[in-house]
């Protein structure tokens, strides 16, 4: 069966009106209602504008007009509810100014028949009426919150329930409609015919798109389409509300505690729990046998095998040890009882690989850890399975000049992985060793001399500080040269050449580098001094630099790369 989705603008009114039958529901896997008072300013103020406008347009006999406020993305669940996906703040702001108003009405002049049209207009667009009597049940609104964090939740109902609220109160539901009370009241004085007519426009034409999909993954589709207002909701949000979902009522307090505090250190580390299931889903995957080079999406995956994915009893477990080997290749900081992760030569390895330009590295470094971490040698061979690693992508990426070319040798890397500590890696590269060495004489962009430079700084040993994070490329010899200062013989493309090499290239603090930009040596010298960078501060030694000196040092720093990959790949034993 296809997805199918109905839209139709509605009215405030009509649209509200459609929760008699079918209530609306704030999912669990929403995030709770964070409103700010300007927001709910901008939203008053919108609304009392154009309707005072409508009167002047209505004065000299003009077409009504109307004002948009947004779309609301929902889906029918299960248990004939409108599960909503996009709109739930501007859906919960709206029933709070309306209560507002409901609460002027009652205590203004409730005897009124114009205060009783209004007060039945909007009685049954906020709760539930007795069906034999008609009498509303103020116990009973018709818009519910099952967002897992929201603390404050009961005080919405509440504020429904009884148009109170508490005014030294912190949480958004009672400040925001406190704050509807003033805005409401002040319009009342200020413009004494429009009270009654700002009711009849809000409910009238204030215009809401509803969007409703047949099911949850197209409703989520569409919102993730639509949303530009912020961070979409995420596939961990959905997870987080599948998992609670399947709890007993004290498991639930547990997981939820185990939730906060994972989101807490992810956050700290500049990680997110939706990336750790990112991460989580190549493991399982090669625990699976599964080598195929085409990812799915995250959320079907999880979902295919949902008790054996998602409600697996050691799933926040794992997540936490993804997210210590996370927090230490993000921030450097080592994981508790784990001594290996203050190696230094294990930390610059995960930097080098840090600087490969996307992730295919991590999910074998991931099963790597997650597999082997407690074994006996651990530290020496995760170290060798390291440098071997960055051995073969470098060799890949620099052959190919395309990172996408390793992802089949990764991925059955990744399967090898989950049986032998030591298998053979095999990344589609060449065994034609003057191509190779071609190729890291010239590299062919960026993200290459990075990642060589990185490699061959980590080498030296007065290099003994991680490197600063976006530490930029250094020309060496000026991109822009004068004539004058080239030998005879090198023709514009030869210095080109030379420029371009590996050896004119070394990694520089940014400030240092704005500051050396395109002068000649004798000015660079003073930024390189003060730079933390061994290879720039060394460079600085020399009293003068030309072009001839980065074609010598190139022929160097090739020899350098060279021994190191021999010495790497030499030390990595391959077992059967």
Same mark, same amino acid.
């Given at each position: 069966m296809s997805d199918s989705i109905s839209v139709n603008k509605a009215s405030v009114a009509e649209f509200l009106a459609t929760g008699a039958k079918m209530p609306f529901l704030i999912p669990e896997y929403q995030r709770p209602y964070a409103w700010t008072q300007d927001q709910v300013d901008t939203l008053f103020e919108d609304v009392l504008e154009f309707a005072l406008n409508e009167e002047l347009k209505e004065s000299n006999g003009e077409d009504k007009g109307t004002y948009f406020l947004g779309s609301i993305v929902s889906f029918e669940n299960g248990r004939r509810q409108q599960e909503i996906i996009d709109g739930q703040q501007r859906l919960t702001s709206l029933s709070l100014l309306l209560r507002a108003i409901y609460t002027k009405l009652q205590t203004s002049d409730p005897d009124s028949k114009q205060t009783k049209n209004f007060m039945s207009k909007i009685e049954p667009i906020l709760w539930k009426n007795d069906e034999m009597t008609g009498d509303v049940d103020f116990e009973k609104p018709l818009i519910y919150s !099952?967002? *897992? %964090? &929201?603390? =404050?939740? =009961?005080? /919405?109902? &509440? *504020?429904l329930a009884t148009g109170h609220a508490d005014s030294k109160?912190? &949480?958004p539901y009672s400040q925001n409609y406190i704050r509807f009370q003033? #805005?409401?009241?002040t319009m009342c004085t200020q413009h004494i015919n429009m009270p009654y007519k /700002? *009711? #009849?426009r809000l409910l009238n034409q204030v215009i809401l798109l509803p969007i409703k999909a047949d099911n949850q993954d197209t409703a989520l589709t569409i919102f993730s389409t639509l949303n530009d207002r912020g961070l979409p909701l995420s596939d961990a949000d959905i997870f987080k509300a599948k998992i609670y979902d399947n709890l007993s009522d004290e498991e639930r307090k547990t997981f939820i505690y185990k939730w906060k505090q994972l989101e807490?250190?992810? !956050? %700290?580390? &500049?990680e997110t729990v939706q990336h750790l299931f990112s991460l989580y889903m190549f493991y399982l995957k090669a625990k699976a046998g599964n080598k195929k080079t085409t990812n799915i999406a995250i959320r079907r995956f999880y979902f295919y095998n949902v008790k054996e994915y998602l409600l697996a009893p050691d799933l926040l477990d794992k997540l936490n040890r993804i997210l210590n080997l996370w927090t230490l290749i993000n921030t450097h900081e080592s994981i508790e009882g784990e001594a290996w992760s203050t190696n230094f030569e294990i930390l610059k390895a995960l930097d080098i690989l840090a600087s490969y330009p996307n992730e295919i590295w991590k999910s074998p470094v991931l099963i790597y850890y997650l597999n082997y971490s407690h074994d006996a040698n651990f530290e020496t061979d995760f170290e060798k399975f390291l440098h071997k690693l960055i051995v073969e992508l470098e060799k890949s990426y620099l052959v190919n000049s395309t990172i996408t070319a390793a992802k089949p040798g990764i991925y059955s890397l990744n399967v090898a992985l989950m049986h032998n500590k030591y298998p053979e890696i095999k990344i589609k590269t060449t065994d034609n060793q003057a191509e190779l060495d071609a190729k890291i004489k010239r590299p062919a962009n960026m993200s290459l001399r990075r990642l060589l430079l990185k490699t061959l700084i980590y080498q030296d040993s007065k290099q003994d500080t991680l490197l600063k994070p976006k530490l930029e490329i250094e020309h060496i010899f000026p991109r822009h040269w004068e004539k004058a200062n080239t030998p005879d013989g090198f023709t514009p493309e030869k210095v080109n050449e030379v420029i371009d090499s590996l050896g004119n290239f070394t990694l520089l603090e940014k400030r240092l580098n704005i500051y050396a930009s395109d002068v000649y040596f004798e000015r660079k010298r003073k930024s390189y001094l003060k730079s933390q960078v061994t290879m720039s501060r060394e460079l600085a030694e020399k009293d003068n630099w030309k072009i001839e000196d980065s074609w010598r040092r190139t022929d160097e720093l090739l020899r350098q790369l060279k021994d190191i990959y021999a010495k790497w790949s030499e030390e990595y034993k391959v077992e059967g």
């Open positions: !099952n967002v *897992i %964090d &929201d603390k =404050q939740s =009961q005080v /919405f109902y &509440d *504020i109160a912190k &949480d003033k #805005l409401y009241e /700002f *009711i #009849l807490f250190r992810a !956050n %700290d580390a &500049d």
